[in-house]
């Protein structure tokens, strides 16, 4: 495979530090981008995701689909040639126990009415 047919990505975090880059193909899909991201997830770093459903990667201010690939994503990847595609990563919040406890009870319909 020529090395012009890799494209360079680099993941930045919240907190503005990267992870990467790394040279992908674009056959590559999202959801193995997020394995990746998960694995190599600084240690030192709080708020990690443990799982891929934990992470959502946006580009060009579309949040990216697992199943897709990075060619099937539409990234610029003619458009900067030699230039490395920093996608932003944005990681789920943990679950709290009270907001789980919150989901198991019924949901109360509420109606709030204003009258000018």
Known sequence: MA??????????????????PTNCRP???????????????PKDKENAPKTVNDVKLINAGKILENNKTLAESRLPIGELPGGVITMHVVVRPPISDNEKLKDDLPKKNRCLCTIL
Request: net charge negative.
């Open 27 to 41: 056959s590559t899909s999202v959801g193995s981008l997020k394995e990746r991201i998960v694995a190599q997830w």
């Open 3 to 20: 090395e012009e047919d890799l494209v360079e990505l680099k993941f930045r975090l919240a907190d503005g530090t990267d992870i990467g």
